[in-house]
Structure formats: C-alpha cells, structure tokens
C-alpha cells in the first residue's frame, strides 16, 4: 500500500495514511500531497512485525525531505506539530515500540496498563481507570505538564474505542499564533511570566470542590514559567492553557483578561484542527507547542483511549 501524506492546514497538522499495523506498508517509497514532497527511507523492512513502527524513522535523515514526511516522525512534529495517522490500528506492545524509537516514554506512577505501565487509558468509566475522574479537565484547552519544570515532550493517542457523539480532539499551534502577533506585542510578552497552578485548572471543570478534593489539588505544586517559552534553537511558543493561573506583578483581573485574550488568540482556525476519531487512528503531538482538548463526551460514553507520553527534554526558559 502507498503511504501518502497530506498537510492539514498550512499551520498544523499533517495526515498519513496507508501505514497499519495491521498490514505490510510499501516502504519502497511514500506519496506526499500539496506542500510536503519528498521520499522516506530508513527503518526496519522485511519480517517486520508491525510495518508502522518498522517503517518509522524517529528522526531526520541528514538532509531530511522538505517538510518531513511518515518516516520522518521527529521532522513531521517540527514542521506539522500535529501528525494524524489514520486506521493505523497499532497495539500496546507497538504504541510503546514506536514511543522509544521517538524518546525516553514516562512510566505512570499509578494507572498504566497491568502489561505495559507505559501506556495510560484515557477514559471516562471509572471501571477502566483509577483517573476516570480528572479526565473533566481535558475539556479544557492545555499542555501535558505546565506545573513541571520540563513538560513532557510528545503525546501518542489511539483510539480503541470510540465516542457516538463527541469525544474529538482539538489542537493549536502557540508557536504559529506566538509568529502572527505584532512585533511590540511579542517583545512586551518575552517580559512576563506566568503561575501555573494544578488546582487552577482543576476548578475550571470542578468550580465547587470539596475540601478533600481542594487539599487533593494542592499537593501538586505551582510552578512559575515565562510565557513565551524559547527553545535553545531559537523557536518561540505561548505557554498558557488551563493551568496559567496569574500573569506574576498584574492586577487578578488584568491577568485574566490577557491570559484568556492569548488563548483566543492562539485557538483561531487559521491555528488549530479538530480531529474526529475512528477506531484505530492514532495521533502524535509536540506536547510543548500544541495546546489540546477534548470535545465532551458522556459519563457513559464508550470511548478508550491508550496513550504514551515521552519525557520532557528541555526546560521552559
């Protein structure tokens, strides 16, 4: 089968299709539709047990295609930060393969699957995980590890089971939205910094905790972050979402009018996709630029979800 890869938008998002895990992926060559050209390579061909990690390469060639591409995975996320393959239909033992050849993958303290501790169900149904009751708060914009001193890198979701009404994902690009502001105002933001607060993001789904879920909250630590995150090669992103709580030296009600005017700002179309799952899709994000979501979806809906998450590898500064 013929990988063919299509850019989503000119901001985010790249689709691939044709690799599975069900199946022998033609690795002799990949089609890439509009913007992204280019031919992959690399990887493990022959008896591969399962042709979308086999035919994977986690990092860039020296002179990589323009844009990246399916076997180019660490590239795609540079360039696309969203990268969607569809019908991969890929099992734990290769969520976590594919989750290596990209990073060091985080073991979760609590909750990860019996086999394979790496991997996490993102469900609403208390009988699938010990979690079911934060899950509220992914309905609301964010980054994976904003309260931690490095955030963790990348994200792997795939859909085992999906929603019959809701249940999507959204995602937007802050470096993108970062680029698109005005010159005065992004040097007047590289000034600012940031609270980000666990209990603050908490709230946004729960508004009337009791005490115990209150103390729950506040053994997560704040954390305070500039709000224009720099890479040490030079790229830029807002850090905001659910948990940036207070803009340090402004008044509560200053604070809230910026931060939530950036989140406007960076959740615009021209930024962001909607992904609606099948079962069998599985998608990668640049945890660090991508602010997500999920679209609500019921108590008793269906949906499951296996995740990975890759160790952070860069401070915010």
């Not at 290596?100 to 990860?112: D, I, S």
Request: with cysteine; glycine share 10%.
């Amino acid at each position: 089968m013929t990988v063919t890869a299509t850019p989503v938008t000119d901001h985010i998002g790249l689709e691939i299709t044709g690799l599975s895990g069900r199946g022998r992926a033609d690795h002799r060559g990949w089609r890439v539709r509009g913007r992204a050209r280019g031919r992959g390579g690399g990887g493990v061909f022959g008896d591969c047990p399962n042709p979308l990690v086999c035919n994977t390469r986690a990092r860039p060639a020296p002179h990589p295609a323009a844009g990246g591409g399916p076997h180019d995975l660490r590239a795609a996320l540079d360039r696309y930060g969203v990268v969607i393959y569809r019908d991969a239909h890929i099992d734990d033992d290769a969520l976590v393969a594919l989750s290596r050849l990209l990073g060091e993958v985080v073991v979760a303290p609590f909750g990860g699957e019996k086999a394979h501790p790496e991997v996490s169900a993102i469900t609403r149904d208390p009988a699938k995980s010990v979690l079911a009751a934060y899950r509220e708060g992914t309905f609301f914009w964010h980054i994976d590890g904003a309260t931690d001193a490095v955030p963790q890198q990348a994200t792997l979701l795939t859909a085992l089971e999906v929603a019959a009404d809701g249940g999507g994902t959204e995602f937007a690009n802050t470096f993108a939205a970062y680029a698109a502001l005005p010159d005065a105002e992004r040097a007047e933001l590289e000034t600012l910094r940031v609270v980000h607060s666990f209990a603050h993001a908490q709230s946004l789904a729960n508004p009337d905790p009791t005490d115990r879920e209150r103390a729950a909250w506040a053994k997560v630590p704040t954390r305070v972050h500039p709000l224009v995150w720099t890479r040490k090669n030079g790229r830029k992103s807002l850090l905001i979402g659910a948990t940036a709580a207070q803009v340090v030296g402004m008044s509560a009600d200053e604070s809230r009018a910026l931060l939530d005017r950036l989140l406007d700002w960076s959740t615009q179309p021209q930024f962001a996709l909607q992904h609606q799952w099948r079962p069998g899709d599985l998608v990668v994000w640049d945890n660090t630029g991508m602010l997500h979501r999920a679209q609500r979806y019921e108590v008793s809906s269906r949906r499951l979800m296996h995740r990975t998450t890759l160790v952070g590898e860069e401070a915010v500064a």
